[in-house]
């Protein structure tokens, strides 16, 4: 049930970036303990 959770966060992640992407562009700043995700997308 973990394993499940972790692939629909993934893909909720996926699917605001594109939209965002659609919308003009951004930046994600994603911190999650010593994990830190920085994504910058036009």
């Given at each position: 049930?973990?394993f499940?959770?972790?692939v629909?966060?993934?893909?909720?992640?996926i699917?605001?970036?594109?939209?965002?992407?659609?919308?003009?562009?951004?930046?994600?700043?994603?911190?999650?303990?010593?994990?830190?995700?920085?994504?910058?997308?036009?």
């Amino acid at each position: 049930m973990f394993f499940f959770w972790v692939v629909v966060f993934i893909l909720v992640i996926i699917l605001l970036a594109f939209v965002v992407h659609w919308a003009g562009g951004g930046v994600l700043n994603l911190r999650l303990g010593h994990f830190i995700l920085n994504v910058g997308f036009t």
